[in-house]
């Protein structure tokens, strides 16, 4: 579990956290977690999540399991910078949605004296480094990975395979679409899907 650096607040010490996973893993649960313990100690803390995800609420970031937090939503990393005036924690969900200038703002943040904590998917449903995801996990100080339990074998999960159809990267859905899934059963749906789309193929053909 992390634990809070114990810098002094009176200097301008700034940081970057990121917390990734498969879905299913907690990440956003984690994000909340820290983000209400810093609420706590009574520092200024404001919370930022990209406008297309609204599946749960148009602005607050919210947990699978319901956990709460009121949020900001934005179309670009840019924003942050002008939204933060005088913010001691910066809270970032769903990162891996945003552009690639997110690492750069991150950067400007934490050397200003923020401490950042991004938390997002660190791989697409094609087991593919994720957005800025890779960048941002190469900058930050302090790095938690967090695993789901796969459906299929009761294992560690860190795969998000997707059942539904279709190739875009960005496609919101939950249970009904995704599955969390350890390395053997991802390899094993992945290889049954590509048998299956060979099938499909030849029965297009005229």
Known sequence: MFIENTFNRGRSHGWI???CGSMFSGKTEELIRRL?????AKMKVEIFKPKVDNRYHE???VSH???SIRSTAIEHSSQLLLLSADVEVLGIDE???FDDGLPEVCNQLANQGVRVICAGLDMDFMGRPFGPMPHLLAIAEFVTKVHAICVQTGN???YSYRY???DSVVQLGELESYAPLSREAYNDAMAQRRIDEKQQASKDQP
């Open 17 to 19: 956290e990121v917390i």
């Open 59 to 61: 602005a607050d970031v």
């Open 95 to 97: 990162a891996q949605f």
């Open 65 to 67: 399991n319901d956990n």
């Open 156 to 158: 560690i999960a860190h």
């Open 164 to 166: 539904a159809p279709g």
């Open 36 to 40: 209400k313990r810093a609420e706590i």
